[in-house]
């Protein structure tokens, strides 16, 4: 909340804020379903990818929203210590601090710079995640096996 509070206050950036925040007001009201949110999250030209402590391998819907809105989907230091999806240095801030995370989003207003690295990741991303059917079977696998586990 302190990294957002000095994202939405900084003189040097514009933001869009979706949600509730503690100690700011958003821009846009919370909304469950993913295509009242799109329209605003296409309106960025980044966002940033945080995750629980302790599950930095896993991976949050934020950053495929982001590239599914031709949004660049910057991470917060050990997100995706993987690298399933992170494809670029550039994506991770990794001093934690709100000086970094500004100077890469006031970099990416270069839209030469941030359409190449749009396509870098869009590029690895587009590599690594599967059909929908393989998703949608596996799902289907690892229900049947906890109904039959739980009989």
């Known amino acids: 909340n302190t990294l957002l509070k000095k994202v939405k206050h900084s003189p ?32 960025g030209r980044a966002t940033i990818c945080f995750n629980w402590p302790g599950q930095w391998e896993h991976l949050t819907s934020r950053y495929n929203e982001a ?50 690295l749009l396509k870098k990741i869009k590029d690895k991303y587009d590599s690594v995640v599967q059909p929908i059917e393989y998703y949608e079977k596996e799902f289907e696998k690892k229900m049947l096996n906890y109904l039959d586990n739980s009989k």
């Open 12 to 43: 040097l950036l514009t933001s869009n804020m979706i949600g509730y925040f503690d100690s700011f007001k958003y821009d846009v009201k919370f909304d469950k379903s993913i295509l009242n949110v799109m329209p605003e999250i296409s309106k």
């Open 67 to 116: 590239v599914a809105c031709d949004v660049i989907p910057l991470v917060w230091n050990g997100y995706d210590t993987n690298n399933q999806l992170v494809a670029d240095d550039f994506q991770r801030i990794k001093s934690k601090s709100f000086e970094e995370l500004q100077e890469k989003l006031i970099k990416l207003r270069d839209d030469d710079f941030r359409l190449k």
